[in-house]
């Protein structure tokens, strides 16, 4: 029974739908198709009987309004498809046969109300099928009409005398079953938006965590007040770079998506460290890793937050394989001033620049596996916290000879 009441209720749905219907036409098109047989099944199933029951010199108008709008939907499902013109046909007589009913059953309440349908069709269906402004006009065509019936004059020579308490029973049926048409569409209109607003609040969500993952939540929140360009500049902060030791030639016995496979794992337990220490993870290149500490929000703690970090990264890397395979990674730190922001129209980034960050670049790059080196400058704010040796100086390019440690663990 459940399974023939969905085939038929389909059935009625796909009524004058054609091929190269869109979706939205068809939703449309499914809305006229039951409306109209709802209200026809209503008018001559149960409304027409009881003016008839009644003896309401006008219920002649209403059964030939019925039958000339089944022969319209007739000719709008079986041939024309068209539901603009469907929809016309009915609305432009609508008005008038009201009229028609009132003058010649007697008056409004002879005629038992009837205009009041009005508001439902056409008012109610161009609102709902052509906007705003189309409602409005046949809002307005209704409340005339609706007026006129309370004074129009009788037509017919001899109306039927329908007791009062008859007229007002028909009045009672016809706004009974218009204010349940108005309220079952206004209660699917707002279905339907409280449904778009939870899928517009679950997309807002979703692309909300996605900038989150591209941009610092501070920086964020100013790009979407104020897309611009974005520069801030800190005295102090602390920058990591870490790069996988003999990477090309692994990367050569694997296959591509094997080594991006490896990569995202070992580097998404690195952004589960960022994350556990309050740091901000700015990129990776290839195989090299870059974090910092201290931006965008500025902390004092910045080189031993960072220095932590990179203790727990290469305890991870010691103590685990990734995929089968032993890794060991370079790791490189440097203090300093840098400037932090977001350059350019496309494809944002949140990056930092300056010689900070180039310096501690070269520490990665100058260093060896499994060791974290770092440059004076860290070492001077880490020193007393973390257990250091000297290397000695190192060569680096554009900077000369550098003095460099090597962090060896936290102090006792």
Known sequence: MKDTAIKIFLWVAQLGTTADDSDEIRLRKAIASWGWIATVGFLCGILTPAYLIGGVSGAWVMLAFSAFGVVSFLLYVGWHKNMDAFLTSIAIPALPAHLLAVSWAGGFLNAGGMPIWGLFYPALGYLIFYGFRPGVLWFVLFMLTFGLSLFVPVINPNPAEVPFETGLALLVMNVGFIATMIFGVMGYFVSQRETAYRLLEGEQERSENLLLNILPKEIAAILKAEPRTIAEHFEGASVLFADVVNFTPMS????????????????????????????????????CYMVAAGVPNPRPDHAQVITRMALAMREHVTTHEVRGRKLAFRIGINSGPVVAGVIGRKKFIYDLWGDAVNTASRMESHGAGGVIQVTRATYDLIKDEFSCEPRGTVHVKGKGEMDVWHVMGPRP
Request: zero cysteines.
């Open 252 to 287: 050569a016995q694997m296959q591509p998506v094997e080594l991006v496979e490896l990569l995202n794992e070992v580097f998404s337990h690195f952004d589960d460290l960022a994350d556990d220490y309050k740091l901000e993870k700015i990129k990776t290149i290839g195989d």
